[in-house]
């Protein structure tokens, strides 16, 4: 079957670093992006990986391991906006077709 | 202007009663989705559609019916609403060119009482 695990919650202060780890286990695996939803509002694409390795994106980065079905979204300098939640996705090819398969987000709490 | 467009924004309505969420996109994408999200779980796919001619049920399809009238339009009906299709829900659409990055409309929050 296809799982995807985040943790639930998470807090930071302002300023600092955080890493939000996603676990899969899926077949047909073809890639794997990072969303970020504040409350109430859509989803946004914050980054994509399909090889393993780390991805740079300004403050955020993100990281994938192929062999250990394991990424995770790195924020840098952390600031009060960035509270929201974190939607790990994984892409994976099911019948021809590449489904995207969410998990439950990571809602994170950034402190002054 | 958004590039994908939900509405309505925000829908009451009661059980029984037939309903249409509308979404419409400017973005030239060929791809199109519905997603509900409910409090504690992922986003799960109702339908999609990668052209005007191809329509698929996704996990949840039970209860809903789309329409691609247009490549920019794509509409999700519940033909009977029931209470427990109370739920935030999203369109979104994506490049067959470009990862198939979805990009999502504001959502529509729809209550059946």
């Known amino acids: 079957g296809q799982n995807i695990d985040q943790p639930t919650e998470m807090t930071a202060t302002e300023g600092a670093i955080v890493q939000i780890n996603c676990t899969y286990q899926t077949s047909g695996f073809n890639g794997l992006f990072w969303y970020q939803q504040h409350a109430g509002e859509a989803p946004t694409f914050l980054s994509y990986?399909?090889?393993?390795g780390l991805e740079e994106k300004g403050r955020f980065s993100s990281f994938l391991s192929r062999s250990k079905g394991y990424s995770y979204l790195l924020l840098k300098e952390l600031q009060m906006k960035d509270s929201a939640s974190y939607l790990c996705?994984?892409?994976?090819?099911?019948?021809?077709?590449?489904?995207?398969?969410f998990g439950a987000g990571t809602r994170l709490a950034v402190h002054p | 202007d958004a590039d994908v467009t939900q509405t309505p924004r925000n829908r009451i309505t009661k059980t029984g009663k037939r309903i249409m969420l509308e979404c419409s996109q400017t973005k030239g994408h060929d791809r199109m989705y519905w997603y509900r999200q409910d409090p504690g779980l992922g986003l799960r796919l109702i339908y999609y559609s990668f052209d005007v001619k191809d329509i698929n049920k996704g996990e949840i399809s039970d209860g809903y019916s789309v329409s691609r009238q247009a490549q920019a339009k794509f509409s999700l009906s519940l033909e009977s609403a029931i209470p427990n299709q109370t739920a935030l829900y999203f369109c979104?659409?994506?490049?067959?060119?470009?990862?198939?990055?979805?990009?999502f409309g504001a959502g529509t929050r729809l209550s059946v009482l």
């Open positions: 979104a659409t994506s490049d067959s060119r470009e990862w198939d990055i979805q990009y």
């Open positions: 990986n399909v090889l393993d």
């Open positions: 996705a994984v892409r994976a090819l099911s019948g021809g077709y590449n489904k995207l398969i």
